[in-house]
Nanobody, 115 residues
Framework: QVQFVESGGGLVQPGGSLRLSCKVSGIMVRIYSMGWYRQAPGKQRELVASITTGGNTNYQDFVKGRCTISRDIAENTVYLQMNSLKPEDTAVYYC?????????WGQGTQVTVSS
C-alpha cells in the first residue's frame, strides 16, 4: 500500500521560508516521478512542482524561482523548500507520485502565510 505522509507546514510571515517533507512508503521514490500539489480554500488542487526519476525538476510559474523540489533516496522522502512565501501560497500541500490516479492522498500539511 502506497502512503504519503506530509509534514513541515506552519504559519509564516510573508517573505518567510518553509521546508516541507513527504515520507513515502510502499514505493521507492527513485523509480517514480513525484510531485507536490496544493489546494487552497475554495480552489481545485493544483500541481506545484515535480521531480522525475532522473532528478529533473519542473515548477509551475507561480512558484518558479521561489521553490526547490528534491528527494532523499535513502530516506525515501521528497522535499519542497519554499522561500519568499506570499499570502497566496496559503494552502494544504500534498505530495504524490505523478500519473497514478489510483494512489490515495495523504493528510497534507497546512501552510499559512500571514502577517
Amino acid at each position: 500500500q502506497v502512503q504519503f505522509v506530509e509534514s513541515g507546514g506552519g504559519l509564516v510571515q510573508p517573505g518567510g521560508s518553509l521546508r516541507l517533507s513527504c515520507k513515502v512508503s510502499g514505493i521507492m521514490v527513485r523509480i517514480y516521478s513525484m510531485g507536490w500539489y496544493r489546494q487552497a480554500p475554495g480552489k481545485q488542487r493544483e500541481l506545484v512542482a515535480s521531480i522525475t526519476t532522473g532528478g529533473n525538476t519542473n515548477y509551475q510559474d507561480f512558484v518558479k524561482g521561489r521553490c526547490t523540489i528534491s528527494r532523499d533516496i535513502a530516506e525515501n522522502t521528497v522535499y519542497l523548500q519554499m522561500n519568499s512565501l506570499k499570502p497566496e501560497d496559503t494552502a494544504v500541500y500534498y505530495c504524490k507520485r505523478l500519473n497514478f490516479a489510483g494512489d490515495g492522498w495523504g493528510q497534507g500539511t497546512q501552510v499559512t502565510v500571514s502577517s
